[in-house]
């Protein structure tokens, strides 16, 4: 082993999403650090879909962004077309999304490493950890290097152990052109760790120039295009079309007929997929009754004509995918370029770690991404990011920074891994967030920007552009309570219209606004000064008004949680020898080693009876 | 301080008594007392200085009972907390519904055990005594979850269960719609969601309307004694009491209006009423006596058949019997002491029935022992506290359950967005994952990907 002189602080192995984060983060935060990649033309490479955000994962984004992280600058820079979803319905469950130009979102972030002060960026395979007295102390690659670190980050992707199939043939990768990692996911499972195997799928790539698009129709972005990053004034970059097509009963029919050849039906994968995220062959066997299913062709680069039918993923041979694709009107002429897949690959149930995500095996080792059995590159992204920034603090001698349920998706998504583990490609949903009226896209900075600042994340400019916008809305809403609406000096066509002829007693601006039916361009009537705000001031104060009823029963809600969630479990505490428990509770308790009493109050089976119990032993051991 | 919320219970034991306390206990407590105390003492409460007044609803005129009320300022109490006590009048019913007030005033019912655990979370009792609040919540704990089990088929648990399905059902519906808007699921089915909707609150209605023991605990038993007149329906009345209430005489007919009184059969508030002897008369007074005898038969909970066990079955005791048809009723053989000479019909022969004599006393323990039996199904006699406290935590978590319910169906109707609608069916599974100790996330995507085609 050759040893490399210079130490790290911090070692990130991988440079997908998670590890771009997990790196910048740490440098940022003024550590020396070093990030390894397998290959270094792949780094932010979008191996599935080209686009980012969507339900959810929109937030995860903007949440990454208020903390200081790059995915939202990235995406912003590179995006080719930006919507936001269900504008229909309220502001919680808004959410952006973007295509990406997918070479593009590679370079810059590549570009950005770069650039980055105290980080090194090198391209090699870890083919183990190094261990010193049970405690992570760096890496040893193929080339039988061995790097120093105080701590290491893993994020291997679908790397440890892949195994890439088309129909019954399949061969070791880390993704179609890409070498597997070989070793680390060995010597995890003999330090302990509990490893299993997920799978994983993506479409073919189809050649745009044998796609006829006039029999498509076209699904153009939002105009003007609205960023992810709060820093990011406008989008500049030229907006580019999807184009909606549909399978049909023929299509279903050659799925069906090459089932056979199929290594998920023959049973040759092992590893558990996503079930948002099914195979077309999974769709069709699943729900027969259904004659057609909708896939969006999303263009994978403005200077491409590859194109990414999402929905379509399979692991069918390639003569049934040619058959398959061909079959959807519009594409009867496609070539496929680059074939469907589906992958196998190591992962390590991620109830093994804390919520730092710090494995607690072996101290100073952290885990992201794909490794802790979740899918999307915006998951990856959030606990990259948060793995970098709490190695980052392990180096500084500080505490580690954990989100709350009520703070962040980031937080929900680390808690629901750490707490009750996965046993499927965890992704997420809003629906998984309890208090989903509080987590919203538009208030992730005056959630998380506070503590992206105070670790050194967040820069100055962006912070002071915040406290801006925090006094602003602060004024406003004084403003708002304040300013009474007079029958005397209104204006008589406003009060006929919104029903207001007959009031007793003057009404303040806050409580008209309060009403579903008055928007702030209605208030603006009555009084224009509240035009001039910037419109994300507007947008704040308008929802912070309309849904103070619900926002109030959440935090309310919270409130009442919050104690559970300080109450800390001490990692030995031994919960079989506690009487007062049911065996099966006390098994479970034993098993899931929850860090805090929230956690423990969220594994399935443990009553509000057994968190009473242990609340209560948890006292008296602190008194003892 | 360990829980910021306020809690309250009754605290003193089930049954009938002088005095009954209620103990509020949490910051909360004295703006409760404070909205329902009459009159509010010039300055305000003092801490430890006993109040006298009259309790009454924040909306309504009506007086429950007068009271003395003491307020126990922070950390002057048991609790260490902010604490009211409310000594009313002892009594079952008395004690819920002003217990019910002060839960709907915005406390919360408390745990098993909880003053003593904030007693000792807040440092005001010793760790040995912690120790055994710990076995005190492990055996209500247990019996509990073996009383859970044994109910499992066809009772609460059951139903809690269809409830549970019912809500996770309409939220998988709800949620399907937030979290994948660029799915091609279909338009939302609104009547789908109303009418998954009515058979769930159907249920929470039925449940808590057909809740014995929850109703036992708001408004007593009631059992009525019918029987022709001058079989000793008063007398036995006057025994169960063990004092003379009702004008006992050998001429039959006596009582003439309906005589109601409570009294506690092992743990059981039971409210008796008297009634007219049931017969065929011509007499206009006793005909209206038996009128209302009659008419308040269908709503008793029991009848007592009382029949005279040292006459003959004859064509009174029939008419009795006809009314009574398709009622739940004991017959109860009056008279043991004397020598029988009742032949009693086929239809009868094999009912229950239990001999007592109210003349010398004999039978009564055994007839206390059968009405308890009957309404407690002999399961419950030896754990009557807890059963009182779980039973009303879980009707007030089903309220919780309704109001909530409530919430969404008047969002629903406004066309309030599906997130918010969602939320109050959370906290309706909220509450009956409080009582079942379920959670809800991962059922509720099951569900979706289960019905909904989705997948990118």
Redesign the interface.
């Known amino acids: 082993m050759i040893l490399y002189d210079k130490g790290y602080d911090v070692i990130v192995v991988g440079a997908g999403h998670a590890g771009c984060e997990a790196a910048l983060a740490a440098a940022r935060m003024g550590c020396s650090t070093l990030l390894l990649s397998i290959n270094l033309d792949a780094v932010a490479l979008m191996s599935c879909?080209p686009a980012v955000g969507?339900?959810?994962k929109g937030h995860i984004v903007r949440e990454i962004d208020a903390l200081g992280g790059e995915m939202g600058k990235n995406i912003d820079a590179t995006g080719i077309q930006f919507r936001v979803?269900?504008m229909r319905?309220?502001p919680?469950?808004r959410?952006s999304?973007a295509q990406a130009d997918k070479q593009l979102y590679r370079l810059r972030m590549k570009n950005v490493l770069e650039h980055q002060e105290n980080l090194d960026l090198k391209q090699a395979e870890v083919t183990a950890l190094h261990l010193q007295d049970g405690v992570a102390a760096g890496v040893d690659t193929r080339a039988s290097v061995r790097y120093r670190g105080k701590t290491v980050v893993l994020t291997t992707g679908t790397f440890m152990r892949g195994l890439i199939h088309i129909g019954l043939v399949n061969y070791p990768g880390g993704r179609a052109g890409d070498l597997p990692s070989i070793g680390l996911s060995d010597q995890l499972k003999d330090l302990g760790f509990s490893v299993g195997r997920l799978k994983t799928g993506t479409p073919a790539r189809l050649d745009g120039r044998t796609i006829d698009f006039s029999r498509l129709e076209p699904q153009f972005g939002d105009d003007p295009p609205r960023p992810f990053s709060f820093s990011t004034e406008r989008i500049d970059r030229p907006q580019i079309p999807c184009y909606i097509a549909y399978t049909n009963e023929r299509s279903h029919e050659i799925i069906r007929s090459g089932l056979d050849r199929s290594p998920l039906y023959a049973g040759i994968i092992e590893g558990i997929g996503?079930?948002?995220?099914?195979s077309i062959e999974?769709?069709v066997m699943?729900?027969p009754d259904?004659d057609r299913?909708?896939t969006?062709l999303e263009p994978e680069g403005a200077d491409t004509v590859e194109y990414y039918p999402?929905?379509l993923s399979t692991s069918l041979p390639i003569d049934v995918q040619w058959a398959f694709y061909r079959s959807i009107e519009g594409l009867e002429r496609v070539e496929i370029m680059r074939p469907a897949y589906a992958i196998e690959y190591d992962y390590v149930d991620p109830i093994q770690l804390h919520a730092t995500l710090e494995t607690k095996l072996i101290a100073n080792l952290y885990h992201a991404g794909q490794i802790n059995g979740t899918s999307g590159y915006e998951e990856a992204a959030g606990q990259g990011l948060m793995a970098g920034i709490n190695a980052a603090m392990r180096c500084r001698g500080e505490e580690g920074i954990v989100l709350g349920r009520n703070e962040a998706y980031i937080g929900v998504m680390i808690d629901?891994l750490v707490t009750l583990g996965t046993r499927e490609p965890y992704r997420m949903?809003?629906?998984?967030a309890?208090y989903?009226?509080l987590l919203r896209e538009d208030n992730a900075d005056l959630r998380l920007r506070d503590t992206g600042y105070r670790i050194g994340l967040v820069r100055d400019g962006d912070y002071s552009a915040f406290t801006q916008k925090k006094r602003l809305i602060a004024a406003e809403m004084e403003r708002l309570a304040a300013q009474k609406l007079l029958l005397s000096e209104a204006d008589s066509s406003f009060l006929q219209e919104f029903d207001l002829e007959r009031m007793q007693n003057a009404i303040s601006y806050e409580q008209l606004l309060r009403r579903p039916d008055i928007t702030y361009e209605q208030l603006a009537r009555l009084d224009s000064s509240c035009m001039e705000l910037p419109d994300a001031v507007r947008e704040q104060v308008e929802i912070q008004v309309k849904y103070k009823g619900?926002i109030d029963?959440?935090a309310e809600q919270v409130?009442?949680m919050s104690?559970m969630e300080s109450a800390r479990i001490p990692h030995s505490f031994d919960y079989l020898s506690m009487?007062?428990?049911?065996a099966e509770v006390r098994e479970k308790l034993h098993r899931f080693r929850p860090d805090t009493l929230g956690q423990a109050s969220?594994i399935?089976?443990?009553?509000?009876?057994?968190i009473?119990?242990l609340?209560?032993?948890l006292?008296?051991r602190e008194?003892? | 301080m360990?829980?910021?919320?306020t809690i309250a219970a009754i605290s003193t034991p089930q049954g009938e008594g002088g005095i009954g306390i209620i103990r509020v206990s949490g910051q909360e407590s004295l703006s409760i007392l404070q909205r329902l105390f009459r009159s509010i003492p010039n300055g305000g409460f003092q801490s430890h200085r006993f109040y006298y007044g009259e309790i009454l609803p924040p909306d309504s005129a009506a007086v429950l009972d007068e009271v003395m009320v003491v307020y126990m300022r922070s950390p002057r109490s048991f609790t260490r907390e902010d604490v009211v006590e409310i000594q009313c009048h002892g009594g079952t019913i008395i004690l819920q519904q002003i217990l019910q007030l002060v839960l709907d005033c915005g406390a919360r019912l408390a745990?098993?055990g909880?003053f003593t655990?904030r007693a000792?979370?807040n440092g005001r009792i010793d760790?040995v005594q912690?120790?055994s609040?710990?076995?005190l919540?492990?055996a209500?704990?247990?019996a509990?979850?073996a009383m859970a089990h044994s109910q499992r088929d066809g009772s609460l648990s059951a139903k809690l269960h269809d409830v549970q399905g019912s809500l996770r059902q309409l939220?998988a519906l709800i949620?399907a719609y937030?979290?994948?808007?660029?799915?091609?699921l279909g338009d939302q089915d609104n009547s789908l969601l109303r009418s998954t909707y009515d058979l769930a609150a159907t249920k929470v209605r039925q449940l808590l309307a057909g809740y014995q023991e929850g109703k036992v605990l708001r408004e007593g038993i009631s059992v009525l004694i019918a029987g022709k007149p001058n079989v000793g329906k008063s007398s036995l009345l006057n025994a169960l009491l063990k004092e003379k209430r009702a004008i006992v005489t050998s001429i039959p007919g006596t009582t003439r209006d309906l005589i109601e009184e409570v009294v506690n059969i092992r743990g059981l508030p039971l409210k008796l009423l008297d009634t007219a002897g049931i017969c065929q008369s011509d007499d206009p007074v006793e005909q209206e006596g038996i009128r209302l005898a009659r008419e308040r038969i269908p709503s008793a909970d029991l009848v007592l058949f009382l029949l005279d066990s040292s006459r003959p079955y004859d064509s009174d005791d029939a008419v009795v019997y006809e009314a009574l048809q398709g009622r739940n009723f004991l017959l109860v053989l009056n008279k043991s002491d004397l020598p029988a000479a009742i032949d009693l019909p086929d239809s009868l022969i094999s009912h229950q029935n239990v001999p007592v004599s109210t003349f010398s006393g004999d039978g009564l323990e055994g007839l206390k022992e059968t009405i308890a039996n009957l309404f407690l199904h002999g399961r419950l006699r030896d754990n009557r506290d807890l059963t009182l406290l779980s039973k009303a935590r879980h009707r007030d978590a089903l309220q919780r359950v309704e109001h909530a319910l409530l919430s969404f169906s008047s969002a629903l109707q406004v066309g309030v967005?599906?997130?918010?609608l969602?939320?109050d069916i959370?906290e309706a599974l909220d509450a009956i994952g409080?009582i079942t100790?379920?959670?809800t996330?991962?059922d509720?995507?099951d569900l979706i990907?289960g019905q909904f085609?989705?997948?990118?």
Not at chain 1, 274 to 278: A, K, L
Not at chain 2, 178 to 184: A, Q, R, S, T, W
Not at chain 2, 417 to 420: M, Q, V
Request: hydrophobic share 30%; aromatic share 8%.
């Open positions: 879909n969507g339900q959810a979803l269900n319905k309220g919680a469950v959410a999304r996503p079930r948002y995220c099914p999974d769709k699943r729900f259904k299913h909708q969006f999402s929905g629901d949903f809003t629906s998984r309890e989903r009226l619900y029963r959440q409130r009442r104690r009487s007062g428990l049911t969220r399935p089976g443990i009553t509000p009876a057994a009473a119990v609340s209560i032993a006292k008296v008194e003892e | 360990y829980r910021a919320d745990d098993p909880e655990r000792f979370l760790l912690a120790e609040i710990i076995d919540i492990r209500k704990t247990e509990s979850l939220l949620e937030v979290d994948f808007p660029d799915e091609d967005s599906s997130e918010l969602a939320i959370r409080q100790g379920e959670t996330t991962d509720i995507l990907f085609c989705i997948g990118k």
